[in-house]
């Protein structure tokens, strides 16, 4: 099994000003022998995807990369201010780097910069014609112009990472996500990655409470174009690793055997080329 979405850091306030409130626990140094301690033996395999917007955070990764085998790839952070065909000759031959990231969400006007931002559009068709991953970050708010610019960006591979962060106990909400998602699940191109959820629904939450979610996920996408990820350690703030494989066990248990062996392990082999 491959856990499609892990993060490192060594925590400063500075660089990680989003953890506060309920993610305050997780406000201290994350390191591999962190999760290692308690990461059970089916998972076979992490990606390790950026956290901070810096040069920085890549050679971090690539460090730990390095150091641990069990780190198979890398989602990298793509600095879009800048030339991006001078930061792909840099970094398309570190065959550890599968794909980029930048963190849209944090965006002043998310939607906005997907659709309007050259510099960030330009670096995007970069990246898929070096045929590499780009990770899109957003809420669910922004999944109207994330179609757009799915349908736009369509010469490789998409990930849309948590689902797009539905907005949870809401059927106002969960209508409105499902639309949007069957527009993107008619790009072929596109892929989910089933991670984050536990985060948006918040620490009471139940397994049930994603049942929805998983199956429209899996309706739409098939297993073809699903990876599953925990999110760890940003999933600290409302449960502990092994919950997260009990919810998994429980939100598939309906799932024949192929079903789950694609999302959990050939769907991620295939993306990011492991």
């Known amino acids: 099994m491959i856990d499609s979405h892990i993060h490192f850091w060594k925590y400063n306030p500075i660089e990680f000003p989003w953890m506060t409130g309920d993610l305050s626990v997780i406000a201290k140094d994350m390191s591999p022998e962190d999760l290692l301690a308690q990461l059970p033996a089916k998972i076979e395999g992490l990606i390790a995807v950026q956290a901070r917007p810096s040069w920085q955070e890549n050679e971090y990764l690539n460090g730990l990369a390095e150091q641990h085998s069990i ?66 970050l957003i809420h669910q708010k922004d999944l109207h112009a994330a179609v757009k610019f799915s349908q736009r ?80 350690p940003v999933s600290l703030a409302t449960q502990r690793y092994e919950t997260l494989l009990v919810f998994w066990d429980e939100w598939t248990r309906n799932w024949s055997a192929s079903e789950r062996k694609q999302v959990e392990t050939d769907t991620p082999k295939r993306l990011y080329k492991l």
Not at 71 to 82: N, P, R, S, T, Y
Not at 85 to 112: S, V, Y
Not at 194 to 216: N, P, R, W
């Open 71 to 136: 780190i198979k790839g890398i989602v990298a952070w793509f600095d879009f201010e800048k030339d991006a065909q001078m930061q792909l000759e840099k970094f398309i031959q570190n065959k550890r780097i599968k794909g980029f990231r930048h963190m849209i969400q944090d965006e002043p006007d998310p939607t906005a910069y997907m659709l309007n931002n050259h510099q960030f559009n330009v670096g995007v068709e970069k990246i898929q014609q070096a045929e590499l991953l780009y990770g899109v």
């Open 153 to 232: 960006h369509d010469q490789y591979a998409l990930v849309i990472d948590h689902l797009a962060k539905p907005q949870m106990y809401s059927s106002d909400g969960f209508t409105v996500w499902k639309k949007r998602m069957k527009e993107l699940a008619a790009l072929a191109h596109v892929n989910c990655k089933i991670s984050g959820l536990v985060t948006e629904a918040g620490a009471h939450c139940k397994a049930q409470d994603f049942q929805a979610y998983l199956d429209i996920a899996l309706e739409l996408f098939g297993p073809e174009r699903l990876l599953w990820g925990s999110d760890w």
